[in-house]
């Protein structure tokens, strides 16, 4: 998912369109992709972007050595921050992950300055937005049923418009706004497509990896069969997020 997080990241930025000088907070940084974006689109006056996981603040750290910005750990349900103390406040593709998203979008609230912005996005998961994911499920649901009750659909099905903007208003948000973000997302041939479910990182690779070789060579086989393909041998698919941004009262 990196390759499609980094290119997603300038849209939903271009999206807020955001004064320079501000104090910005990223909440769930990753290995950094919208952190890197602010910086190099947004001129910040200063970023503080946290996550709990210490390998993907240590990872953040190397991909993005500027001293504007400052990673820390931190956790979202629980911001230690000072209320009223940022004037953007953001967070990319972690709402989904966050065990409790209200508190997680109070919080953020809380940390903002009065007519400060929040903003956030996540993949259109029940609307079949990342195209990718979405093929490999379907094939793998029609070699084995209970692939099914692993889908990011069935996991995440707020990640909708009206799910998301409730969610918002829920938390105490207001001015609530929402869009989506679309780009392509092609990969230059089948390896290309394949390999990163070979690696065992997230829930569709530890699946696939999961697979006795001869079930996962035959949802290797389903999947070369079925996807699109351009003249050229590419895969051309799309990937689509939706983003909400707000105000606080």
Known sequence: MGRWSRQIAPLFLDWLDPAEGLDWL??????????????????????VSIDPSEGFLAKARANVPDKRVEFLAGDAQALAMESGSKDMVVSALVLNFIPDKEKAL?????????????????????GGGVEFMRAFWTAAAALDPGAVDLTEDRRFPFCTQDGLTDLARKAGLVSVDSTRLEMPAVF????????????????????????????????????????PRGEDGSIPLKTRAWAVKAKVR
């Open 26 to 47: 990223e909440v769930g940084c990753g290995t950094g992709a919208l952190s890197a974006a602010i910086l190099a689109r947004c001129n910040p006056r200063g970023l």
């Open 106 to 126: 109070a919080e953020m609230g809380r940390v903002a300055r009065r007519d400060a912005t929040i903003g956030f996005y996540v993949w259109d998961y029940p």
């Open 188 to 227: 230059k041939d089948f390896d290309d497509y394949w390999h990163p479910f070979t690696l065992g990182a997230g829930p569709a690779p530890g699946y696939c990896m999961s697979l006795a070789p001869a079930a996962r060579q035959k949802l290797m086989e389903r999947l070369r069969e079925s996807l």
